[in-house]
């Protein structure tokens, strides 16, 4: 007997909500999607004043009881929970309204990083995504996003990621092919673009020559080129050092039409070197006759 | 492998708690294990108090304004769509002569996606709150509701400001 009431009232307990929702002074849709007309129809009659209030919009409308009121489409566009209030002289009602985002997608957030990279690093380009509505809802159930990466030259690496909560994310490696990527993040018909761009890495290796030239020598690099063979942009600082005696002279010369070169007094014994950041050049000993 | 630090919660639960306390005004707030699908970037757990120390801030300034119709309080911890769309309810409530109050007895909280290159947070909260709502001062209805919110939350110079936030019922 016991159990019997505690269901009962349990049962009534859970079910009041609902009979509030659905059969109170108020009938309300439970939900909506942003920016979908509704209706609201209300029993009785006088006049009342109706109200929708949520941190995210907030409307108030004079109402006759009895009578249907009709919200045009836009006009509750903010997703959200909602507070449902008719007021009148005599009685306050209430019930609880969600308006959710819209299905259609209107607006991406793409954060695509860095905006310049080396190429050939794995998983180097990221991409996140968020996804909006024409209301700027976030939409947070499930939908595919479409990113794919292309060079100057076509090749496309593409994946597709389904959002969790709105947002979706995604790692592409730097290709082998220097130049602006285009990296683009695509829901339904609504695409953004970033560009990426890709610069040559470390050199490979560096060769250099020497040509004596009276009291001096002439050092000269061969164009500079990364493992992926992509040139060494222009600017880039080439090191020359020569040790003579304990000696060591160094002297730091950007690359210009691919190569860096530099004339150095011509010691008998002298070793010359050059280095690029962590890339080490050939040696030459300089013996004079 | 996200977020492998934050697996371990026990220390992170109780600094954000403790701070919670503070900034929520002794409602209750617990912190869920960060969601599987989190994104590649560890994530901290300073980061992760911080941005949820700040979000829970957010809504004591939420409160506030929208008590007293003032956005000027609403700009430090808002920003973005969200400052917007709260600065458009705030006009909305001065026109209709009304005011609410958000007095927020719990929080649950999780962490459901850290962008890889650290420039958003994103939560679910279910928050359980007492919604008034006042007609020139008068109160005209209060009810007792239970939803779970989304927040996108992005780095500002001192703290983290809340760009989006929606109810996701």
């Known amino acids: 007997m016991k159990a019997t009431m505690t269901l009962l009232v349990s049962s009534l307990l859970i079910a009041t909500p609902c009979l509030f929702a659905q059969a109170g002074e108020i009938q309300a849709p439970q939900s909506i999607e942003a920016g979908g007309g509704f209706s609201i129809q209300t029993t009785g009659n006088g006049k009342a004043t109706l109200y929708i209030v949520g941190p995210n919009q907030v409307l108030r409308r004079d109402v006759e009881r009895g009578q249907t009121t009709s919200f045009a489409p836009g006009l509750l566009h903010n997703a959200g929970h909602y507070l449902v209030i008719l007021r009148s002289d005599n009685s306050i009602d209430k019930s609880e309204l969600d308006v959710t985002a819209a299905r259609t997608p209107s607006e991406l957030s793409f954060l695509a990083k860095p905006s310049r990279l080396p190429v050939g690093i794995h998983d180097g380009i990221t991409g996140a995504v968020y996804v909006f509505d024409a209301y700027k809802n976030l939409i947070t159930s499930p939908a595919p996003v479409s990113f794919e990466l292309s060079t100057p030259s076509g090749a496309t690496q593409a994946r597709t990621v389904a959002t969790h909560d709105g947002a979706a994310f995604t790692a592409m490696d730097s290709t082998q092919e220097q130049g602006a990527d285009k990296f683009v993040a695509r829901v339904g018909a609504v695409t953004s673009t970033r560009i990426v761009g890709q610069v040559p890495g470390d050199p490979c290796g560096i060769k250099m020559t020497a040509t004596p030239s009276g009291q001096h020598v002439q050092l000269a690099t061969e164009p500079l080129r990364d493992c992926s063979g992509n040139a060494i942009p222009d600017g880039m600082i080439v090191t020359f050092t020569e040790t003579y005696q304990n000696a060591q002279t160094t002297v730091d010369v950007p690359l210009k039409k691919g190569i860096a070169q530099i004339s150095m007094p011509a010691h008998n014994g002298a070793v010359l070197s050059a280095a690029s950041g962590v890339v080490m050049g050939n040696q030459i000993r300089l013996e004079r006759q | ?169």
């Not at chain 2, 954000?16 to 617990?30: C, D, G, L, T």
């Not at chain 2, 649950?108 to 994103?122: M, R, T």
């Open chain 2, 1 to 169: 492998m996200i977020l492998k630090s934050l697996k371990c919660l026990p220390a992170l639960s109780v600094l954000v708690f403790a701070i919670a306390s503070q900034a929520a005004s002794q409602a209750n707030v617990r912190i869920e294990p960060p969601a599987a699908q989190q994104g590649p970037r560890e994530l901290q757990e300073q980061t992760a108090s911080a941005a949820i120390r700040d979000y829970l801030q957010s809504w004591q300034s939420l409160s506030a304004a929208l008590k007293q119709n003032r956005s000027d309080l609403l700009s430090t911890y808002f920003a973005g769509t969200a400052l917007d769309k709260l600065g458009e309810t705030m006009q909305e409530q001065v026109r209709a002569g009304l005011s609410t109050g958000y007095k927020v007895s719990s929080h649950d909280i999780q962490i459901v996606f850290y962008s890889p290159e650290g420039l958003s947070i994103e939560l679910t909260d279910t928050v359980e709150y007492d919604m008034k709502v006042l007609e020139h001062g008068k109160l005209i209805a209060n009810q007792h509701m239970r939803t779970r919110y989304i927040a996108v939350l992005t780095p500002a110079v001192e703290q983290w400001k809340v760009r989006v936030f929606q109810a996701m019922n």
